[in-house]
């Protein structure tokens, strides 16, 4: 008899986890941020670029004291919308020193598609570069900062741009010499739909 409600239940509870569970969710799923997830092992190099014509939507990093107060760090992309049409051209920025705060956007109007970023032991930081590209002559307005990433030293990054019409254009970082972790700030700007003629907006 218990075996006949159990293969009665069973095939509703599937369609139930179907409809409601992880795999039911109407907006994308996070990756598995397992050992494999992350571009770089702690102290160690890394060089990221997005797909052809899709740019940084999320950043996701974790910290460890232990490992030379240091960041593991993951990236999702996205495809830009066809109004911004294709990168004209795509090249990686100048180097931001390790140890130091540092503002920087994407110039030539560029949007962030990439990070680059070599850690170095005796500052226990890293030099950091964007991967930019350029669309069309399209012009950044409406440009804010986010919030902190992390809220306070140590924590863990989980930055997604929720909002489709803001790309990533740069960031303002500072450097705790007492923490040995940095802080983001993150440069979200819409584009205009049309060509502009200014080349550093």
């Known amino acids: ?24 969710y109407p907006y994308q799923q996070y990756r598995d941020y397992s050992d494999d997830g992350w571009v770089n092992l702690n102290r160690q190099g890394f060089s990221y670029q997005c797909p052809h014509g899709q740019v940084v939507v999320a950043v996701r990093s974790i910290f460890s004291k232990k490992e030379g107060s240091d960041r593991q760090w993951n990236y999702e992309c996205m495809p830009t919308p066809q109004s911004l049409g294709e990168p004209s051209e795509c090249w990686w920025e100048e180097i931001n020193r390790a140890g130091m705060q540092w503002y920087q956007t994407c110039s030539n109007n560029g949007l962030v598609a990439g990070f680059q970023s070599r850690y170095f032991e005796s500052v226990l930081d890293r030099e950091w570069q964007f991967y930019c590209c350029r669309y069309s002559k399209r012009c950044p307005y409406s440009c804010w900062l ?26 303002a970082t500072t450097f705790s010499a007492v923490e040995r972790d940095r802080q983001w700030k993150f440069i979200m700007c819409r584009m205009t739909d049309y060509d502009c003629q200014f080349e550093n907006v």
């Open 146 to 171: 986010t919030t902190d990433y992390p809220g306070h030293y140590g924590e863990e990054i989980d930055m997604v741009s929720y909002s489709y019409d803001y790309y990533m254009r740069g960031a």
């Open 1 to 24: 008899m218990d075996l006949t409600i159990l293969w009665v239940l069973l095939p509703l509870v599937t369609v139930a986890w179907g409809q409601y569970g992880d795999y039911g």
